[in-house]
């Protein structure tokens, strides 16, 4: 059963630097999705994506986030400069076409030192 | 604005029926959802409810949703050591796909 797969599961970064989360969505999915949960708080949507391009974003998703879809299968959220707060898991969704049916990924947990 | 609910911690006994509550906001999100998340592992769609429906019915799963009070519940049937993981309840808001989430209910069976 195709699933969606993010890389890597933990990553350690210090305080300022930058990372890039990657997911590979199910193959004919076409809108995409960021979440992330901080330890002990609920699950938060950051950023939606379609058409190569963003659909919608929260007030979490500032200038140091960016998505990008740089080829047909990898779809990416990069923070510029990491801070402590951005520590959390974060989630790679996408929806099955003709459908509500929203599939997450296992997570690449981000720990920020 | 936008808030799902939902009471913490439920723990029943191998064999049981679970009952997982969630309140919600939005009276115009169109489908709700139930999400498995078992330790280190990511979010599993477990199911989902259109707004114009009143339960829906997965095998051991039934889903019952009150609109005029904004109530959705879980029932897992016969419940199983398996079962053990945190129960997220989600609603989607009209613009847009995103999901709202709460806050997750660790259920907790015992044999």
């Known amino acids: 059963e195709p699933e969606v797969t993010q890389t890597p599961s933990h990553q350690v970064t210090q305080m300022g630097q930058e990372v890039i989360l990657r997911c590979v969505p199910i193959?004919?999915?076409?809108?995409f999705y960021w979440y992330r949960q901080i330890l002990g708080q609920k699950v938060e949507f950051l950023v939606s994506f379609y058409n190569n391009e963003i659909s919608e974003k929260s007030e979490i998703f500032d200038d140091q986030f960016s998505v990008e879809r740089p080829d047909g299968s990898n779809f990416t959220l990069k923070i510029r400069s990491t801070k402590l707060e951005d520590s959390a898991m974060y989630f790679c969704?996408?929806?099955?076409?003709?459908?509500?049916?929203?599939?997450f990924g296992p997570g690449t947990r981000l720990t920020v030192t | 604005g936008e808030d799902v609910e939902q009471s913490l911690f439920l723990s029943v006994r191998e064999g049981d029926s679970s009952v997982i509550n969630c309140t919600y906001t939005?009276?115009?999100?169109?489908?709700l959802y139930w999400y498995k998340q078992e330790p280190g592992a990511g979010l599993q769609l477990l199911t989902y409810i259109f707004s114009n429906m009143d339960m829906k019915q997965d095998q051991r799963l039934t889903v019952l949703l009150n609109k005029k009070d904004k109530h959705l519940s879980l029932r897992i049937a016969d419940t199983q050591t398996g079962d053990s993981a945190i129960y997220f309840c989600a609603e989607n808001p009209p613009q847009g796909g995103k999901l709202i989430f709460g806050q997750g209910t660790e259920l907790s069976v015992k044999p």
């Open positions: 969704a996408s929806i099955s076409p003709g459908t509500y049916e929203q599939y």
């Open positions: 193959s004919n999915h076409l809108y």
């Open positions: 939005d009276s115009s999100s169109t489908y």
